[in-house]
């Protein structure tokens, strides 16, 4: 198939050279005299043209929608009412910027009951580890004598009214007023007696590692509380724009509702959704550099450099889609925002042909001496204007009357384009420009 387009290339090529080298009257005849160089002073003019280059498709555009890169939708970690604002919709502030205050009152209580409590327990365990003083010691020695004495009276008095009791001489109720006394007094000396002897050996190890757990307790809740009371006053967790508020002053704010939304606008994500048909193009893209660029609809005097950030590999079921994100990095002063419209564009990129060089056009007059897919064309010195026969390879029409080159041409040089087939190697010329340079789309 590919022979056949080449022979039929060939003879289109072979006809339009008969046409400019044959005189025939009307039309032909005007159309060879345009063909042939003029001469001035000896030295013949030529047309020429720059090699254009080919793009391997056209340019895409996507819509998209931009978002923040970084955003956050932010909440108090406690519940109260809501007293201070100090940062509103609209504001920039800096990563640590104080931006809303609840009311702090019960969460200071709470922080100083619990500080007192662990003050109590640290005492008791320092007492339980210092064991008892020796005037302490003496204090519980004497009491226990007084009791002892107490108590042996009263066991006294419980004898006699035992005896009284038998014969009636009291009542029952004085009867059993003696037998409480002689119990309440016996109770308060055995008491006494274990905390002498408790105290001469020193507190025990499960009273001080209970003691000890009290303390550990007691300062967790303490850490809590001081985080509740310092959780009343939201920070900014990074640096942006307040995009929302939620509730106003003196409003109920409760425990991690949303209160405010925060954008960092210094880098924009745009969303697109990609066919599945252009997934190697857009995958293939950042072999080149400025490949994508964004465009956005307030903006379209701007164009940004975008980057490839993130890329799904599963369609979207509902539209069969690839959900591709972009990110640019837009300066304050371009009054990008969350939101707008955006377009992802993926520039086209010039072939290469198999040594690396791009692939050009150039019109089909311009070839001389064709067989197969080989032929010459006649290029111009730019600085002594000398003409050099050079061998190309081509392959199919580019389109119109364009030849496609794959060899033997460069983007850069003077091809003879008119009078080719009036000149010969190493002839000497002037030379005029027909077209500049630029890419066949």
Known sequence: MKKKTIAMIAAGLMLCLSVIA????????????????????????????????????????????????????????VSGPLIRVHANPGDHVEKGDLLLELDARDFKRQVAVVESGLASARATLMKLEAGARPEDISIIETNLAAAKD????????????EILYENQAVSEQAYDRAKNQEASLAARAKALEEQLERDRGGARKEDIMAAKASVKELEARLSIARDQLADTRLFAPFSGVVTSRIPDPHEMVAQGSPVMTL?????IEIPVDVPETHIGRFLEAPKAEDRYSAVF???????????????SSRADQATGTYRFVFTVTPAPEDLIFAGMTAQ???????????????????????????????????I???????????AVTFETLAGGSQVKVTDGLLEDDLVVKQGAAFVRQGQTVEYRMIQEKGQVK
């Open 150 to 161: 107490d108590l042996a009276l009263a066991k006294k008095e419980l004898t006699r009214y």
């Open 263 to 267: 954008d960092d606008l210094s880098r």
């Open 297 to 311: 609809l307030t903006r379209k005097d701007k164009v940004f450099n975008a980057v490839l950030t993130e890329y």
């Open 344 to 378: 992802i564009r993926l520039s086209a990129a010039s072939e290469k042909s198999n040594d690396g060089n791009p692939v050009v056009a150039v019109p089909l007059e311009s070839l001389l001496g064709v067989a197969g897919n080989s032929a010459h064309v006649f």
């Open 22 to 77: 044959c005189s025939q009257d009307g039309s032909d005849k005007a159309a060879a005299v345009s063909a042939e160089p003029s001469e001035q002073g000896g030295i013949k003019t030529v047309g020429v043209i720059h090699p254009r280059l080919l793009a391997d498709d056209a340019r895409l555009t996507l819509p998209g929608r931009a978002r923040a890169a970084t955003r956050a939708t932010l909440f108090f970690r």
């Open 380 to 390: 111009v010195d730019p600085k002594s204007g000398t003409l050099s026969r050079r």
